[in-house]
């Protein structure tokens, strides 16, 4: 809605750029799912030191597929004035697209710790720091897609950088919420002792990637 006040150009821009930064996006939070149902076996089970490495190599992890899957989503630049789009809407889309894409290491180090809470089924915390995010976005936008309060007039790269910033935030906020929180700091007294683990790296990549192509291709 916002972008669009700025032009139609800028508009089918943003819908191209999105169109496909999204399977990108949603293969990390595919991804990002195969902690949960781990971290709630070893709740339910009574083994609560296997909690925190659980977390501490999802981090490692999941910080790993955000940065390649940002390094694919580049690759993916030369190969946009091939696909049958106006050279004015690629010329725009192409450095949009850059910055979305780089949302997506922030926003995966985000869903460690989002899906690492529910699998404690702590879920209010992550809902009201996307929802926060969110509004966050929106004022970014006014601000920097019309020039307001100030800011430059940045039209569609403005509401990139909204975008990338609210999403910087997230993880930001939800780290704080794990490590300082009451609710879920008592499962992490492990977390500075815990070793990174190929065996739980590896359990963890086995749940993730089907679960990851399975939610794409959806």
Do not use: C, D
């Given at each position: 809605m916002?972008?669009?006040?700025?032009?139609?150009?800028e508009l089918a821009a943003s819908?191209?750029?999105?169109?496909i930064f999204a399977n990108f996006l949603l293969f990390g939070i595919g991804f990002s799912f195969s902690i949960t149902p781990l971290v709630g076996k070893a709740f339910g089970s009574g083994h609560k030191q296997e909690i925190a490495p659980l977390l501490?190599?999802?981090i490692v992890l999941f910080s790993g597929i955000g940065l390649l899957l940002f390094v694919l989503a580049l690759g993916m630049t030369p190969f946009m004035?091939?696909?049958?789009?106006?050279?004015?809407?690629?010329e725009l889309a192409i450095p949009y697209f850059i910055v979305i894409s780089a949302s997506v290491f922030p926003l995966m180090l985000f869903a460690a710790f989002k899906q690492f809470a529910e699998g404690l089924s702590v879920t209010k915390p992550a809902t009201a720091i996307t929802l926060f995010a969110n509004l966050v976005n929106v004022v970014l936008n006014y601000l920097l897609i019309y020039g307001k309060g100030g800011f430059p007039e940045l039209g569609l790269m403005g509401a990139g950088y909204a975008t990338l910033i609210s999403r910087i935030l997230m993880p930001?906020?939800?780290?704080?919420?794990?490590?300082?929180?009451?609710?879920?700091?008592?499962?992490?007294?492990?977390?500075?002792?815990?070793?990174?683990?190929?065996?739980?790296?590896?359990?963890l990549s086995s749940l993730g990637f089907p679960m990851a192509v399975q939610f794409t291709f959806e």
């Open positions: 916002m972008v669009g006040r700025v032009g139609t150009t819908a191209f750029a999105n169109g501490k190599n999802s004035p091939h696909m049958n789009q106006p050279e004015e809407v690629v930001i906020m939800m780290g704080w919420y794990t490590f300082r929180g009451r609710t879920l700091k008592p499962y992490l007294k492990e977390f500075a002792l815990a070793a990174y683990s190929s065996g739980i790296v590896k359990k």
